[in-house]
């Protein structure tokens, strides 16, 4: 007979392992899957932060956790959903959890598998368990500094290591990679139309967040600790909105004053489109496009939660807004659908989600927009191209691309708009592992 607490944890396992299947099976994201089950259930704070664990933990883990079952279980594919979750899961616990005890890992793993799997699942997952436990040595990660052996180590693709290792050689790209299993710093935006930064911080510890000043943006607040993100006041009723702080430099690089048009190409979800009109005191004009319907309506919720008015969303392709909006705009901002590579500890699946091809395919759509956005930028105008991703590709070399057929734009010391670190930067490139907020890359340039 189980006592309270383990039957509760119990309860926390199989929604862990049932939000799995939704992202193996289903493949949902995991972010949305796991933030539907905690809106659906509600669970203590203890809990949440457990189930969350486990989810994110897993996903990240994807093969490596995979290649550690494979080392007791001949084709861990031929088992039903259900008990490859439950075996992933009990790895997970086993070998990179520190304070769950291996046998409650174990126990309540088999437990589940009786309830969710076919006869004889519960004997098949005690046995592959109690095996990892009594030989944990057979799990072992293969020794070496090639890329295979980094990759299984640090839970990501081959292919995504060996590109870095080529790049930043092997300790930058270990360092990369282990960043990339840590859990990303959470800093909320200053909504200055309604508050200040001082005010805000003391709502929010007010509220029960341990805050501090963000060292990279005098509007940016970073959280420490916190509880559940929606039932914080401030966040509910538009005080701040949550915005990473590489993300928050955009807005300060493109310069956008009251009064301006501006065209944001790529906008959705509209974080950085707020923050221009915030920065624009709400007055003059942005037109926000996106190619997503649902996509626009999420830029249309945030700015009216934010008391933001002056945004016109319209669906659009960005390579139609040089023919439709040539030299309209004052400041034109290109902030390209990219690899993401640069987000990796805030998307658990990323990594596992993307390949090899998307680096192929991605820079030619960035060199379109780009060319055709710039079109919309008025002689005298400010262009800015910005990703949240570190790939040269996708970066630099788009923006000298562009550069090489555009002699009417020159690139500008794109530092030296940003309020605080980096000012010294022609383009910018901030690193996860290195700087601490998300990899994201800036380069602004004028038009002569
Ligand atoms: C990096 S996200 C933009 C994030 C946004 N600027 C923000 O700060 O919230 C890139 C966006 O480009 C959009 N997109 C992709 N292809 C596009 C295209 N051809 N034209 C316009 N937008 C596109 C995607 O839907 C996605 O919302």
Known sequence: ??????????????????????????????????????????????????????????????????????????????????????????????????????????????????????????????????????????????????????????????????????????????????????????????????????????????????VRASAWVPDGIVLAAHGALDELAPLREGLAQVQDESSMLVAHILGAEPGMTVIDACAAPGGKTTHIAQRMENRGRILAFDIYEEKMRRIERNAKRLGISMIETQMRDAREIGAAYAEQADRVLVDAPCSGLGVLRRKPDARWKKSVRDAKTLPSLQRDILASAARAVKHGGILVYSTCTMEECENAAVVRAFLETHADFALEETGAFLPMQKTTERMVQIMPETDGPDGFFIARMRRL
């Not at 799995?20 to 509600?42: G, I, S």
């Not at 959903?81 to 992933?88: C, H, K, M, S, W």
């Open 1 to 210: 007979m189980q006592n309270y607490r383990e039957e509760k944890i119990d309860h926390v396992r199989e929604l862990a392992m049932r939000v799995l299947q939704r992202v193996h099976v289903e493949d949902a994201y995991a972010n949305v899957a796991l933030a539907e089950t905690l809106r659906e259930v509600q669970l203590p704070e203890r809990d949440r932060r457990f189930l969350t664990e486990l989810v994110y933990g897993v996903t990240k883990a994807g093969a490596s956790l995979d290649y550690m079952i494979g080392c007791y279980v001949a084709d861990i594919r031929k088992a039903q959903p259900a008990i490859r979750e439950l075996l992933r899961l009990g790895f997970y616990q086993i070998f990179c959890m520190d304070r769950v005890p291996p046998s409650a890992a174990c126990n309540t793993a088999v437990e589940l598998a009786k309830k969710h799997g076919r006869r004889g699942a519960d004997a098949f997952v005690n046995g592959v368990l109690r095996a990892a436990l009594r030989e944990p040595e057979r799990a072992a990660f293969p020794e070496g500094r090639d890329a295979y052996a980094l990759a299984l180590r640090t839970w990501h693709p081959k292919w995504m290591v060996e590109r870095w290792m080529r790049t930043y050689g092997y300790e930058r790209t270990e360092e990369l990679c282990r960043c990339n299993n840590t859990s990303a710093p959470l800093s909320v935006r200053v909504n200055t139309l309604r508050t200040n930064r001082d005010a805000l911080m003391e709502q929010l510890t007010a509220a029960g967040a341990q």
